[in-house]
């Protein structure tokens, strides 16, 4: 995985002095080529993890215990995210050991290609950035309960040391699926799915900082750079006239939006939108901040503390 990537790291280290920019140039201040600071700005503002060695220690801890504190700003998390420097542990032991324990040459692989998916984490550790790497660290975590259980079966000719072994087994994979044990994450998992069924569903235009409140309201939020709720589907279907195709396809009956940027081309493309918005039975509504706008579909209430928008 790393030699692939490796020409594309060298010509990023060539060209931007940072083979991933523009993470390690904002991260030691260094000046970045391609992204200003306040290109940026939406991707790391406010989520770059505190540096020192012991909150870097605790971060699997912390995250466990704490997953809606404002370095993660999760709901929840799974026990298994406390053995996520076991990849590194395991390396670090085959190193010191190597001459009287070699495992498979595929676990190896696995190993560094886990550790080397964590990594970036450490520099941003929001919660919804490790779904990046969680599903490797679970093929891991897998690979090395089954050796190790393997393993433990070839060594004993007793059943019930078998079965013992196996029964343990089985109670430790079923901690490692625990969930956060805070009465908000196991009400957010008994009630998720129960709950959202009959409420609307958010396009978050540009304001992607709201989506950690979102999902803590249990409110589903859309809209992002890439994926099928991409910002280049709309922006194509409003300068079409009908940005509704966009909103109809993913079911969309709240917008939030900002008003004003410093982009030349965002006064012209907002004005499209809000009328188009307005043609199609949506209503303009403002909260606390006068720069983001909220629509609402017709069907929806709005709240007493919405105030409804002037022209």
């Given at each position: ?220 939020s859309v809209g992002d750079y890439f994926g099928p709720a991409r910002y280049k589907d709309l922006l194509r ?75």
């Open positions: 995985m790393l030699a692939l990537s490796l020409p594309w790291y060298i010509r990023n280290a060539i060209e931007a002095g940072d083979p991933a920019p523009p993470i390690f140039n904002l991260y030691f201040n260094h000046p970045d080529p391609i992204f200003s600071q306040a290109d940026a700005r939406i991707y790391v503002a406010d989520t770059i993890t505190d540096s020192r060695p012991l909150h870097l220690l605790l971060l699997p801890f912390r995250f466990f215990t704490d997953p809606k504190s404002q370095h993660f700003r999760e709901v929840g998390v799974n026990g298994m995210v406390l053995l996520m420097y076991a990849p590194l542990l395991f390396l670090i032991g085959q190193l010191i050991f190597r001459r009287s324990w070699r495992p498979t040459d595929q676990l190896i692989f696995l190993s560094v290609a886990t550790a080397y998916l964590i990594f970036p984490w450490f520099f941003s550790s929001l919660g919804r950035y490790s779904l990046h790497w969680y599903p490797t660290f679970a093929a891991w975590v897998g690979v090395i309960v089954s050796q190790i259980s393997a393993r433990a079966d070839e060594h004993t000719n007793s059943r019930l040391a078998i079965w013992i072994g196996r029964t343990a087994t089985a109670v430790f994979c079923c901690a490692l699926i625990w969930p956060t044990p805070t009465a908000g994450c196991l009400r957010f998992y008994r009630n998720y799915f129960t709950e959202t069924l009959n409420l609307p569903r958010v396009l978050a235009l540009l304001v992607e900082y709201l989506a950690f409140y979102f999902r803590q309201a249990k409110i589903v279907d409003v300068k079409q006239g009908n940005g509704l195709s966009y909103l109809t396809r993913l079911d969309i009956s709240v917008v939030v939006v900002q008003v004003r940027r410093s982009e030349a081309s965002w006064s012209p493309f907002y004005n499209r939108f809000r009328a188009q918005l307005k043609n199609n039975r949506f209503k303009e509504y403002r909260y606390l901040d006068e720069n983001v706008a909220i629509f609402l579909r017709n069907d929806i209430n709005p709240t007493p503390l919405l105030t409804t928008a002037t022209e």
